[in-house]
């Protein structure tokens, strides 16, 4: 194993060594060529319009018996919470079709230590955070709850920008239809299948981390393994310091809208 450090001290400057989670950047331990993956998350992350997301989702899917929701990267379960949030509330009453249909969730990611503060069910959020639940969802109460719990995480150093940060208990809905597991993404990424155009893999704010030539190799593996139909969805930091877009046009696959890609 080799112990990745954070380079950069300018909480938020784009740089492909900044490793930090939202309201906290930390040390941790990684063997991917000496690049960092650890990436600033949140719930409801805005480089994306989630609402637009589920409907989408949904009725682009509409046809299919069941979809196979993959996630790399996953950090805390921010983005897998968000997710299933969305798409169940774009289902209005047909919540227990889409519970059977896209859930749960496999969420991968390689940090050991991540891994086990999103197993437990505790998430640290932000004021933000709280706030944009509030614009996705319409009531926050019906996914996550108040606890007295704290959430620590191994080597955390608090941003500059982390005040008034709040530990929840995300609800059964979101911990039943999501499966946390440690995996290397560039292997992992080998073994998906996808049965009949009906993948969604989401791989959000961290291949920007990583050279051309390592994200160009990863978005070929996707085009490989992903049947038409399937959609790839990114995230602001991937097009960064890499025009994630002409890869992926490259590769196979048409922008249906911000983010969001369809294997053609």
Not at 83 to 91: D, G, P, Q, R
């Amino acid at each position: 194993m080799n112990r990745i450090t954070y380079i950069d001290t300018n909480y938020g400057q784009i740089n492909r060594n900044n490793v930090s989670f939202k309201a906290n950047r930390r040390t941790y331990e990684q063997d991917v060529n000496d690049v960092s993956m650890g990436c600033y998350t949140g719930l409801f992350r805005g480089d994306i319009n989630w609402r637009r997301l589920g409907a989408y989702i949904l009725s682009h899917f509409n046809n299919k018996d069941n979809v196979n929701l993959v996630m790399f990267a996953s950090s805390d379960g921010s983005e897998a919470y968000s997710t299933i949030i969305s798409l169940l509330e774009a289902a209005g009453d047909r919540k227990n079709q889409i519970v059977k249909k896209f859930f749960p969730v496999k969420a991968y990611d390689y940090d050991r230590e991540i891994l086990c503060a999103a197993k437990s069910g505790l998430i640290n959020l932000e004021p933000d955070d709280r706030m944009a639940m509030q614009m996705y969802c319409e009531d926050y109460q019906d996914y996550f709850t108040e606890t007295d719990k704290s959430l620590f995480i191994k080597n955390e150093e608090k941003s500059p920008s982390a005040r008034n940060v709040k530990t929840m208990k995300a609800k059964k809905v979101l911990t039943d239809n999501v499966r946390f597991v440690r995996a290397d993404m560039f292997l992992k990424v080998r073994e998906l299948d996808d049965e009949d155009g009906n993948t969604i893999l989401m791989c959000r704010n961290a291949l920007g981390y990583f050279e051309n030539d390592k994200i160009e190799k990863f978005i070929k593996d996707v085009s490989n393994r992903l049947k038409t139909g399937s959609l790839f969805i990114v995230g602001v930091h991937d097009s960064v310091l890499f025009d994630v877009d002409s890869c992926l046009k490259e590769n196979g696959f048409e922008k249906v809208m911000d983010k969001v890609y369809k294997k053609t």
